[in-house]
C-alpha cells in the first residue's frame, strides 16, 4: 500500500516549457487535490476533483490543467511554465469523512 | 486574502515543556480544522482534526483547543521532544479534506 504516489521528485525547466506533474493513489480515495507550496504562505490549492471526470479550481488554478480520467490518478500539466511557478507541489488525496493524504512533493525550478 | 492566520511563525521551547500554536478564521462556514506536521522533505502528514462541535480533542501529547465564538483554534503539545522539531499547519475546509484552506506555518524547534 503506497499511499499517494508523485513523480518526478525533482524537475528543472526551462521557461516556456510544458511537462507534467504525477500522481496516484491506490487507496480508492474519491477526492484528489494539487497543492503549491511556497516559503511563508502555507499550502495553497491550485486544482482538485471529486470523483473521474470531475475537476474544478481552487485558489491559484492560473497556468495549470488537470483531468481525472481515473479514480486512481490525478495529473497536473504546467502548459507555459514561468520562473513564478517555480515551488514546490503536493497532491493529495482524501474520502468525505477523513484526513487528507499527502504526497512526498515535487521540487519544481523554472529558470 | 488569507482565510487562516497562523502564529507564530517560529517557535523554540525547552524539552519537556509546553508547545503552543495559534490560528485564526474568517469563514464561518469552515467545519473541519486539521493540523498538519511536516518534515523537511516530506509531505503534510495529518496529526490531529477536530470539528466545531466539540472544544477540545486530544490524542496523546497533541491536544487542539477551538473556540467557535472567537473563530480561532490551538495546538497544544505537551512535553514536547526533540523528535517533535518540525514545521506544523493548521488548516479549515468546508465538507471535509479536499479543499484545505492553511495557515502560513509555525517551525517548531525542541532544544534538548
Known amino acids: 500500500n503506497a499511499g499517494v504516489t508523485q513523480t518526478p521528485k525533482f524537475q528543472v525547466l526551462k521557461t516556456g516549457q510544458s511537462m507534467t506533474l504525477q500522481c496516484a493513489q491506490d487507496m480508492n480515495h474519491e477526492y484528489m487535490s494539487w497543492y503549491r507550496q511556497d516559503p511563508g504562505m502555507g499550502l495553497r490549492l491550485i486544482h482538485y476533483?471529486?470523483?473521474?471526470?470531475?475537476?474544478d479550481q481552487g485558489e491559484v488554478p492560473n497556468g495549470y490543467n488537470v483531468s481525472r480520467s481515473t479514480t486512481e490518478d490525478f495529473p497536473l500539466r504546467l502548459l507555459s511554465a514561468a520562473p513564478s511557478q517555480t515551488s514546490v507541489y503536493f497532491c493529495?488525496?482524501?474520502?468525505?469523512?477523513?484526513?487528507?493524504?499527502f504526497g512526498q512533493g515535487t521540487r519544481l525550478t523554472v529558470v | 486574502q488569507q482565510q487562516v492566520k497562523q502564529s507564530p511563525q517560529s517557535l523554540i521551547v525547552q524539552k519537556g515543556g509546553i508547545s503552543i500554536i495559534n490560528c485564526a478564521y474568517e469563514n464561518t462556514a469552515f467545519d473541519y480544522f486539521p493540523w498538519y506536521q511536516q518534515f523537511p522533505g516530506k509531505g503534510p502528514a495529518l496529526l490531529i482534526a477536530?470539528?466545531?462541535?466539540?472544544s477540545e480533542k486530544k490524542e496523546g501529547r497533541f491536544t487542539i483547543s477551538f473556540n467557535k465564538s472567537a473563530k480561532q483554534f490551538s495546538l497544544h503539545i505537551m512535553d514536547s521532544q526533540p523528535g517533535d522539531s518540525a514545521t506544523y499547519f493548521c488548516?479549515?475546509?468546508?465538507?471535509?479534506?479536499?479543499?484545505?484552506?492553511f495557515g502560513q506555518g509555525t517551525r517548531l524547534t525542541i532544544n534538548p
Open positions: 488548516a479549515a475546509s468546508r465538507q471535509g479534506a479536499q479543499k484545505l484552506v
Open positions: 476533483s471529486v470523483g473521474a471526470g470531475i475537476t
Open positions: 493529495a488525496s482524501s474520502q468525505e469523512a477523513g484526513g487528507a493524504f
Open positions: 477536530i470539528r466545531p462541535d466539540v
